[in-house]
Nanobody, 124 residues
Framework: QVQLAESGGGLVQAGDSLRLSCAAS????????MGWFRQAPGKEREFVAA????????YKDDSVKGRFTISVDNGKNTLYLQMNNLKPEDTAVYYC?????????????????WGQGTQVIVSS
């Protein structure tokens, strides 16, 4: 069983920064890719960013380009999401995901392993 554990969420003001972390088991790091999704109350889980291991290519939703950065520390088996210039619309529970069954990373249903989520609240 793949183990993923997110941390780093919190309550911040608009314009602030946060860094989310996702600690992963060794098995997870044989995954094709890892990613971040988020889910706001009453909304579907949506793609935020992903990183492909083979070439290190990253993918981001248009809403976070220029503000969020996804990265990985292989030595620590940890995935990160650096979030800058946060906006109230970024408020959501953020989930780490691994082991996708497809290279279409934007679809939540293609990811087979999930963390428990970490809450991010951005006040205006």
């Amino acid at each position: 069983q793949v183990q993923l554990a997110e941390s780093g969420g919190g309550l911040v003001q608009a314009g602030d920064s946060l860094r989310l972390s996702c600690a992963a088991s060794l098995r997870t790091f044989s995954s094709l890719a890892m990613g971040w999704f988020r889910q706001a109350p009453g909304k579907e889980r949506e793609f935020v960013a992903a990183v492909n291991w083979s070439g290190g290519k990253t993918y981001k939703d248009d809403s976070v380009k220029g503000r969020f950065t996804i990265s990985v520390d292989n030595g620590k088996n940890t995935l990160y999401l650096q979030m800058n210039n946060l906006k109230p619309e970024d408020t959501a529970v953020y989930y780490c995901a691994a082991d996708p069954s497809s290279t279409y990373y934007y679809q939540a249903s293609f990811w087979r392993s999930w963390g428990q989520g970490t809450q991010v609240i951005v006040s205006s």
